[in-house]
């Protein structure tokens, strides 16, 4: 297992807030069961991510690789605190580039085994680049394994990872992303860009789902 940037790990008993403390939309009121990250520790997290993406990456260009549709919140907020960061440094700073990619692998709340590239025509503007894969969660690592597997055919230079989340599962196949914001025991967590069936990505924290959400968008 690669060696990757210590985080903030969740433990198996941790509850995670409940929902009534925290501004929650009133379409999913019922969905949920308790908030787990508050979105301002995801931030403030985040903030200090991109601190250690750029101390290790930020010699050189940067291409950042977004994974959708899961990673859109956190490669934006990511990106803005490695630009700020970029904007306050007299000393030194490297231009960023930004590339998209669509990997589809969960269908309800399980996953399918079956990783497809939705859209993968951005990847010959990677070669012989350093290159950020900026991903929203980690679970089994079977997709980012075949992400990478792909990159490897148009030759980087460098490729790191950043998840926000990785999960503590007995099914994981042993990957480590380079940097990762928190670690969460193993349940289906949604918000902040992650979904259940295309919804609750129009949510700021990071919950566990309801029975009544669960079967409400089930597919
Ligand atoms: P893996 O191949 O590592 O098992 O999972 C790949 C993808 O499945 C993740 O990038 C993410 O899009 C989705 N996924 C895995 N676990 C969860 C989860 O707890 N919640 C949500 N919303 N998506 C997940
Ligand atoms: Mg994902």
Known sequence: MATSSPCIVIGDEDQGYDLDLFCVPKHYASDLERVYIPHGLILDRTERLAREIMKDMGGHHVVALCVLKGGYKFFADLLG????????SESCSVPMTVEFIRLVSYCDDQSTGEIKVIRGDDLPALTGKHVLIVEDIVDT??????????????????????????????????????????????????????????Y???????????????EKYKS
């Open 81 to 88: 605190y490695m630009e700020a960061l970029n904007g306050n």
């Open 141 to 198: 690592g079977k997709a980012m394994k075949t992400l990478l597997e792909l990159l490897k055919l148009h030759n980087p230079q460098i490729v790191k990872v950043a998840s926000l989340l990785v999960k503590r599962t007995p099914r994981s196949v042993g990957y480590r992303p380079d940097f990762v914001g928190f670690e969460v025991p193993d349940k289906f967590v949604v918000g902040y860009g992650l979904d259940y069936n295309e």
């Open 200 to 214: 609750f990505r129009d949510l700021k924290h990071i919950c566990v789902i309801s029975e009544t959400g669960r």
